[in-house]
C-alpha cells in the first residue's frame, strides 16, 4: 500500500477515535457495569430493605389502577422486577402523556418510570451519557466514527499485525509501550467491537434512520409497514360487553405453557401490556426472556378473558424481524449465556475504556518534544482532557453509588442525588484538571476514584451485615458479589494512582506526565 495511502489511513483512525473517543470512554466503562444491570438494581434494593411497593402483588396494582384511573383500561402495560426487592410499575396514557406510577405512586404518578433506579441511570449513560434523545443521536453518530477508527486501525496496522501481534515490549520507550497495549487489545476483541459499533449505530440512529428512508424510499408507508412487521399482538375493536379478566398468575402460567410447546426452553415474564381491560375483546400480551438463548425476547398474546392464545413469536416460531433485533440487542449487552458471558462482556467492557484512553496517550505520546522542558500547548490540553474525562467519568459513577446509598440511608429518592452527585463529580475532575499540575492531578484523581469506590463497596458489606449471618439466597450473592466487584475496581485504581506518581517522580522530565516540570506546564511552548 502506497505511504500515501496509509497516511489517509492515519489521519482518519487519529481523529476519528480522539473525536469519539471521551464518549467511547464512558459508554465503555459504564457499559460493562450496565452487564450487570439486574445485580446493581438488587444491590440498591435487596429483598432485606426492599420498598413497600415491592410487596404488593401485580394483580393488586392491576386492580388498583383501573379503579383509580378507570381512562387506563384502554391501553396500560406492567414492567416486571427482575428482582425481587423492586415494584413492578405500570404506565398508561391521558391526555396525550404517559404516566408512570408502582402501588403505592398511583395517586400522584411520575412521568419518567423507575426514575430513583440506579441501573437505569449507569444504563444511561452508556446509551446517552445521560442526556435523552440528544445523547441518544449523539452517541449514533459516535458509533459512527468508532466503526471508521476501526477499520483503518485494521488497514493501517495489517501489513505488521502477526509480527507485533503478542509483542508487549516494556521499557523505557513508553510510547512503543502504549501502542503494543493499544493494538493486542485492539485486535483480539476486534469481532466484539464491530458487533459493538454496529448496534450501536443501529439502536441509536433507528428513528433518523427510517425517518430519511420514509421520506426517500418508500412514499411515506415505512412506519406503517414496520408496525405490521413487528406487531407482537392483534388490533381488536372493543366490544363494549364487560367481562371477568384472567388474574394475573393464571395469564403468566398460560403465556409459558404456551411458550414451551413452541420450543422455548424458559419463558420469565417481564413485561405486560394489556387493551380493553375489561372488554369481552380485551387482550393480555406477555413478554417473556430466555436467557439461555440468543433471541432473548418472546411474545405471546392472550385473549384477557379466556386465556386463548391469539399470536406468538416465541421459540421455533418467531419471524425473521423478532430474531434479528433480538440477536442484536442480546450480541450488544451480552444478557445471553449467564454469568460466563457476563464477565467476558464486563472485561471486554474494560479493555473498550482502555483502548481509547490509550489511544488519547499514544497521541500525547507521539507529540511530545523530548529535548524541551516545555510541551506543545496542544499536548497539554488532550492530557488535561483526558485525564478530567477519563478519570472524571470514572469517579462520577463511583460517585452515583455513593449518593444512591446515602439516600437509601436516609429514606429520600435517589434519583436527584446520584444525578447531583454524577455530574457534579465529573465537572469537579475536568476543572480540577485544568487547575492542577497534569502529573499532580492525575494521581489525586485516580486516589479519589479508588478510595471512594473501596469505601462505598466496604460501607454497603457493613450495613449488609445482618445479610450474611442469614440464609443466602442469589440475591445474597449478587449483592455480595458487587461489592468485592466495588473493592477489585477500587484497588484498580489505587494501583493506577501508584503507577502515575512514580512515572512523575522517575520518568523522564520532558513531559507532561512528570511532576518536576508541571509546574512549568502552563508556560507557552516555545
Known sequence: MKASTLRTFQVVHTWTGLLAGFALFIAFYAGALTVFHDDIATWQTPPWRAAPSAKVSTQALIDRLVARHPQARADFGIVLPRTPGQAPYAFWFDNGQTHFATADELGHP????????????????????????????????????????????????????????????????????????????????????????????????????????????????????????????????????????????????????????????DFEADYLHFTHYGDRNGVAMVRGLSDRALDIYGYIALDAASGHELMHSVGQTRSGNSIVYSAMYALHFGNFGGRAVQWLYFLLGLAGAFLFYSGNLLWIESRRKRRHADQPLKTRVMARATVGVCIGSCLAISGAFAATMIADGLGIEAAGPQRIACYGLFFAACVYACLRPIARATAELLVATGILTVVVAVVDLLRNGSAWTQLWTSQTVAVLGIDLAGIGLGSVFLLFARAARIRAMHGEENSVWAVRRAADARQPSR
Not at 509480527?163 to 501502542?179: E, T
Not at 363494549?240 to 420450543?263: E, K, Q, T, W
Request: proline share 3%.
Open 110 to 265: 411520575g412521568d419518567e418510570g423507575n426514575r430513583n433506579d440506579l441501573a437505569d441511570f449507569v444504563y444511561a449513560l452508556h446509551d446517552s451519557l445521560g442526556f435523552p434523545t440528544i445523547g441518544l443521536y449523539f452517541m449514533g453518530i459516535v458509533s459512527v466514527l468508532y466503526g471508521l477508527a476501526l477499520v483503518s486501525g485494521v488497514i493501517l496496522h495489517l501489513p505488521q499485525l502477526m509480527k507485533d501481534l503478542f509483542a508487549m515490549r516494556v521499557g523505557k520507550n513508553l510510547k512503543r509501550l502504549w501502542q503494543d497495549a493499544h493494538n493486542a487489545i485492539g485486535v483480539l476483541s476486534l469481532p466484539f467491537h464491530i458487533v459493538f459499533a454496529l448496534t450501536g449505530a443501529v439502536f441509536c440512529l433507528f428513528t433518523v434512520t427510517m425517518l430519511a428512508l420514509n421520506t426517500a424510499a418508500f412514499d411515506g408507508k415505512l412506519f406503517d409497514a414496520f408496525a405490521d412487521a413487528t406487531r407482537t399482538e392483534p388490533v381488536r375493536e372493543a366490544a363494549g360487553v364487560a367481562a371477568p379478566m384472567l388474574g394475573y398468575d393464571a395469564l403468566i402460567a398460560r403465556a409459558a405453557d404456551i411458550a414451551r410447546s413452541h420450543g422455548a426452553t
